[in-house]
Every structure is written in structure tokens, then in C-alpha cells.
């Protein structure tokens, strides 16, 4: 569970969320929808330690435990995955080595046995299955040459390598089509656990309709100002978020 | 000039077994390169081509001289240059630097020259591996010669490893002459694995003939100070050439590669690439020039040298060079030295990735890129599990080596 007590955070100090109080219960999905530039993706990157972004105040735990002392890698290995809004290319360094690093170390954060070289393929070949990435793009550099699409699957397929309990899906349905939508999210489904949750930050309906989302959240200038069930994202959809604005009078 | 004295007064104490170890053609070489040494000293590093080593440093303390000569057992297509099955003549110390003092001091006391000789139009069933093996509990220099002739359409590979199996003081000062004869290929690898106290001196210099096809590839993976030097006259047209470079170096190692490519005929083709990855206060330092000579009509060239300083106190210095006096040529350089990237490394993080194995892996897809060039697919392999050791630090002696078990 995650919960989020009064946060702030600025990035090359400007103050981007302003007081922000959140909790997202196992096995539920949040989505959290907002105007450009309300603080969304923010949020999403101070929960897993982007170092660009500064906490000035507040508090984030998840399972009891305070992530604001904790390093990207150890929030990562408690099972925080984010799906990046844009994944970064690393030339030179092959999908296979990668995933064999994130595997191993998550692995050993659980106190599993590492995998052999053969299950570990075997396991990439099955989870590449369930968001149909080409074989072709495991073969080559981390998201190198990728499209857009592509890069988005990439990172639901290294989800379904690491199967987090925590999953933040920041904007996962820019840029795709709607049949890579649909593969993605019908992947996030399938990958999903009874307690996985989810933080989703989309500006379409699009995505919830797949998701169904349990709790829907809307941010506006910093802060969590509306929280309600599915039906606000619809409404949100045909009227935007001015009725909201003037409801919350800002 | 200074330091040169104890050369030469050596030269003096040993000129009679230095002929009588060695043979004809290196003997009738010996008093010119003695009075151009004396003539021309050390060089300075007010001197363009030696900027950013100190030679005269690296020459000074009292080293013992090795003047062994090499074994008649050789393997195939390898010779010692007094059995020699061609005339040498047209070749020994022909094509090497007479105005280098470093080279004049080999020309006078390397006791023997490793011939690698491969006939018209046949290829050496295996890749010939060299093994240096610095050995001994004195301090020792060595001055090592070798002198590769492919006639034409032959075909070698050629792998030069240096290694050291005792923590002494070595310096190495070695010369390598190479002839590329019309339409041949010719691949030189040279793996550089030795300790902090060594210090090593490479001059390379390459002569390709028409359609000659030539790659170099410099592995600096540990060292002590290392100056090579690689040179290579573009002499018959459609002639190409790569030299590509690598040096992973940290604590006080210091690597310095300079190159320079004449084209000196039409339709000839140069490509370098240099990487260095730099850690705590290694210094690296890479200066290359390519001259195009006038009517080196249709030149196609580039160089590139891209560098990793993970540290504020690793330093590097890099100078790309251009000198074109044709007019119809296309040539770049460029260079850049830059720091692992915080995006990337903040990606891999997420992943659940530790910092030290995100850097890891970073440095060594930034060195990847030269690995990759190698078209030999086993020592691909091996260079790319070598540096991957030696970026995790364990690489503090050589692998498998029945020397140092």
C-alpha cells in the first residue's frame, strides 16, 4: 500500500507539487487524471527517486516503509515499477543484458535463487509473448531504434519480467495506436496479480475502459483536488476540467 | 642531449655482442640510428607528436637491457630476420621514423626482428598470436623489432599480446614495420595487459600498396604509461584503412595514442575510432592527423575519438587533426569527452539495477562499439568478457596464463 502524506517536491527549484495526499490500497487501480503541467508525471518520478526532482516536505511509504530514504534501485527492488513516459535509449547495452541484471538483482532482493541462463531466456520468451514484442527488439540495445509503440511495450514487457506490486503507468497510451493499446493493456491485465496495484496517469478514457480503474483522481496546479470513481474520468472526458476548477474555486 | 648518455654508453659496452647476437641487415643499421639518437636526444614535450608524455621521464631510471635473441623455433610464416626467405633489404628500417629518437634507440639496440612473412596470394590457416612476456625480478627494458611483409593478395591476422609476470619496473620500446603489398589484408591486434610499472613505447608503421587493405586495433586494457604510436602511408589507390583503439584506465595510468594517416594517392579510404573510459586520475590523451596530400583527389576519410571521464581528476586531452592540400576530398573529425549519462543510469536504477552495476554496464556498451569492429569472432568474445572483468576490477593478471597461476 501506498500512501502520501502532504508532499511537496520542486524540480531546479520551482515548486511542482504543492501538498499532495494520496493512498492507493493493494490490488487497486488509481488512476490520476489533470491538466497539462498539473504536476503528474512529478509525482510519479518522486515516488521512484528520479534525483532530478527535490522533496521539500511530506512523506511517501509504501508497505510501512519510507521511501524518501531509500535509493531508485532499492524503491525498484521493493516492487515500484514505472513505466516511463519516455523510455531512454542505451546504445550498446543488449535488452537481454539488462533484464538479465533487473532480473537478478530483484531476485536477490527477494531472497530467490538467481536464474539460470536457460530459464532466464525461457522467461523472456514467454513474458515477450504476453505484449508481443518482436524477438528481433530483445535481440538489440535497450529501446535503440524502437518506435514509440514499441518502446511503450517494451516497458509493459519488462513489467511482466519483474512483476512489481506496484506499477505506474505514466501516460503509457501516448503515442500508441489503438490496437498497441489495446496489447498493452490487455498485457497489464493479464500480468496483473489479485493485490498488484496501480497508479495510472493517462488524459484518455481510452485506457480506463481497458483498466477500470477503481479510484479516479484529478490533480490541478499541484495537488489531488477531486477524487471519485470511474464515472469522473467519463465526465471529465465530455466536459474537461473547468466545472472542476470552479468547484474547487481555483 | 639529455638522457640519452646512458644509452649510449651502453650501446658502446654491448656493441660487440649486439653484432655478434644479431645479423647483417640489423647490424649495418646500428652506427646511423646510434649518431642520429646522440644527434637528436629524447624529445621533449615542446615537440607536436610527444605533447603529452614525457619521454625523457619514461627513459631515465637505470633499467637493465635485455639483449636476447629469439628462438629458431618458430612457427609457420614467422622468421627470425637472419633466416629470413625473402631479401629484408627493400624493408628493414626503411619505412620507420629516422627523426624519432624512440626508434633510433630500437634501430640500435634490438638484438633480433621477428619476420612474419606471408607468400603471394595464401592466407596462414590460424591467426598468428604474438605473445610478449615481460619477465624477471630486475628492472628491464626490452627493445622488441617486427617486420610483417604480405605480398600481394596475402591475407593475416595478427595478435600481439603484452604481459608482465613480475611486479618489476619494465619498459618496453618496440617497433613494428608492416608492408601491405597490392590487394592484401591485414589485421594487427594488439592487447595491452600489464601492470602500473610498465611502461611501453609502440611505433607502427604501415605502408599499403594498391587496394592494400589494412585494420589496427589497440586494446590499452591495463597498463602503466603507454605511448603508441601508429603511422600509416596511404601509397596505392583504392587503399584503405582502419585504426581503431580502446583504453579502459584508472588510478595513475596514463595512455597516449597518436596516429597519423598520409594519404598520399587518390581513392584511398582512412576510418579511426578511439574510445577511452577514464577513471580516478588516469590521464588519456589521443592526437591524430590525417594529411591528404595534393592530387590525394577522392580521399575519403574519418576519425573519431569519444571519451568517458567518470571522475573531476581523470583527465583527457584529444586533438583531431586535418591537413588537406587536395581539393575534391571528403574528411571529418571530431571529438568528445563527456560523462556517463544520468537518464540512462537513472533508467537502469529503476529497474532495480545498483549504481556501481548500472555504470558497469554503461562503460562497457560505451567500449563495446571499438570490440565490435574486430571481425574475428573469438577474440570478440574474449575482449568483450576481458573488459568486462577489468571494468569490474579484476582483472590483475592475465586469464589462464601458465605463468602466473
Known sequence: ?250 | MSGTKQYTDFYDNVRDTLFARSCDVMNAQRQAALDRFRWLGFPDRKSERYKYTDVGLDFEPDYGIALTALTDELPSHCYRIGSAPVDVTPYYNTIADHNDAVVCLNTMLSVDTLLVHIPRNTRPQHPIQISNILKGTNDTMVNRRLLIILDEGAQADIIITDRAVNDSRFLTNQVIEAFAGENSNLNIYEIEETHLLCTRYSNIYIHQDRNASVRHTSLSLFNGHTRNTCTVRLAGEGAEVSLNGCVIADKMQHVDNNTRIEHLVPHCTSNELYKYILDDSAVGAFAGIVYVSEGAQKTSSSMTNANLCATDSARMYTQPMLEIYADDVKCSHGSTVGQLGDDALFYMMQRGIGIDEARLLLKSAFITEVIETIPLQPLRDRLHFQVDKRLRGELSKCEGCKLCK
Not at chain 1, 532499492?74 to 513516459?85: C, D, K, P, W
Not at chain 1, 508481443?132 to 535481440?139: A, P, R, V
Not at chain 1, 490487455?186 to 496483473?192: D, P, Q
Request: aromatic share 6%; charged share 25%; hydrophobic share 40%.
Open chain 1, 1 to 250: 500500500m501506498l500512501k502520501i502524506r502532504n508532499l511537496h517536491a520542486s524540480i531546479n527549484g520551482k515548486e511542482i507539487l504543492k501538498g499532495v495526499n494520496l493512498t492507493i490500497q493493494d490490488g487497486q487501480i488509481h488512476a490520476i487524471m489533470g491538466t497539462n503541467g498539473a504536476g503528474k508525471s512529478t509525482l510519479s518520478n518522486v515516488i521512484v527517486g528520479n534525483p532530478l526532482y527535490r522533496v521539500t516536505q511530506g512523506e511517501i511509504t509504501f508497505n510501512g516503509q519510507n521511501l524518501l530514504e531509500l535509493k531508485p534501485d532499492e524503491r525498484a527492488n521493493m516492487g515500484i515499477f514505472m513505466s516511463f513516459q519516455q523510455p531512454v535509449e542505451i546504445p550498446g547495452v543488449s535488452m537481454t543484458n539488462f533484464m538479465r541484471a533487473a532480473v537478478n538483482a530483484r531476485y536477490k532482493a527477494q531472497g530467490r535463487e538467481q536464474l539460470s541462463a536457460g530459464d532466464f531466456l525461457k522467461l523472456m520468451r514467454e513474458k515477450r509473448k504476453i505484449v508481443e514484442l518482436d524477438t528481433k527488439l530483445t535481440s538489440r540495445s535497450v529501446n535503440e531504434g524502437f518506435s514509440g509503440g514499441e518502446k511503450k511495450r517494451n516497458e509493459i514487457f519488462q513489467m511482466a519480467m519483474l512483476e512489481p506490486e506496484f506499477c505506474i503507468l505514466d501516460e503509457t497510451d501516448s503515442g500508441l495506436d489503438v490496437d498497441a493499446l489495446r496489447i498493452v493493456a490487455e498485457g497489464f491485465n493479464k500480468l496483473r496479480k489479485p493485490n498488484t496495484s496501480a497508479m495510472v496517469i493517462t488524459h484518455y478514457v481510452r485506457l480506463l475502459d481497458y483498466l477500470k480503474p477503481d479510484v479516479v483522481s484529478v490533480m490541478i496546479d499541484g495537488r489531488i483536488v477531486k477524487t471519485g470513481d470511474a464515472t469522473l474520468a467519463e465526465m471529465i472526458e465530455h466536459r474537461g476540467f473547468d466545472w472542476i476548477k470552479e468547484e474547487v474555486g481555483l
